[in-house]
């Protein structure tokens, strides 16, 4: 256990191995929460609906925390903005600059894949309100250590070698995304999204773009932002829709 600004008692364990970071913390006893689990390789690495998130051993980041609140927090389904709220910050920290957020849960650099955010709920039956946060950060990984991923990605390093600076520590990282996650889940319970909602607006990677839905032709047109709920808004030929979080990918036309 160490002392960790927000989260005074906070156990971290850190793995050589996990089948997923989430998949361990959702079978750890809720009693210990807050608690994070970080691990140098994902066997079984996932993305939203079961996709597969490479982790190759100790390439990357994969870290996850759970945290237990007394009352779900109304504004849950935006939680996976205000946390890529928070790793975009946590990257700005540690000397990543230029992160911008995909809606709902990617992380980008130069339009390239450079994370993902997975979040959990556990607990609707058992009256405990445990959420899980997942996030993966591609730090060194190789090409040859990317088989089978099929949009484009970048690492950490390669966004500090086309800016022109010094590698960053993935330690330094992982501590800045560990305080940050804690403050934001934290507060989440009592503020909601909204203090999390203009800085996401500005870190957009799709506003002004061509989006659609893959799968639903009327689902088209230029991306707008969020409402005060984190639905991402489409302009489309018939007007101003919402497309809120669940099923539904969002591809750049
Ligand atoms: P959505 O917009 O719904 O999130 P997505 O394709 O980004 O769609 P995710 O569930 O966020 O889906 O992430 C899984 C996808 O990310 C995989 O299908 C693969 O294409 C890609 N991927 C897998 N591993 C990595 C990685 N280490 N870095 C970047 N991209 C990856």
Not at 178 to 200: D, I, N, Q, S
Not at 215 to 235: N, T, V
């Amino acid at each position: 256990r160490i002392r960790a600004g927000v989260t005074p008692d906070l156990r971290i364990d850190v793995l050589p191995i996990a089948d997923s970071t989430n998949r361990v913390l959702m079978d750890a006893d809720p009693a210990a929460d807050p608690q994070a689990v970080i691990a140098e390789y994902q066997s079984a690495g996932r993305g939203r609906r079961g996709r597969d998130w490479r982790s190759p051993f100790g390439a990357n980041l994969y870290l996850s925390t759970a945290w237990t609140y007394p009352l779900w927090p109304h504004q849950l389904p935006a939680l996976s903005l205000a946390v890529g709220v928070i790793c975009a910050r946590a990257l700005h920290a540690a000397g990543v600059d230029g992160v911008r957020l995909k809606w709902p849960n990617d992380l980008l650099v130069q339009q390239r894949k450079l994370g993902g955010i997975l979040i959990e709920q556990r607990g609707e039956s058992s009256g405990l309100c445990r959420v899980i946060v997942g996030v993966g950060i591609n730090v060194s990984m190789h090409k040859s250590q990317a088989a089978g991923i099929d949009q484009p990605w970048i690492t950490v390093d390669e966004a500090m070698e086309l800016a022109g600076r010094p590698p960053v520590s993935r330690n330094l990282l992982a501590a800045e995304l560990l305080h940050g996650l804690h403050e934001c889940l934290a507060r989440y319970t009592v503020k909601g999204f909204e203090p999390y909602r203009e800085e996401w607006l500005a870190l957009d990677a799709l506003r002004g773009r061509e989006v659609h839905v893959p799968g639903d032709d009327k689902l088209r047109g230029i991306g707008q932002g969020i409402d005060a709920s984190g639905a991402f808004l489409i302009e489309t030929k018939a007007g101003l829709r919402p497309v809120h979080a669940g099923d539904v990918s969002l591809r750049a036309v």
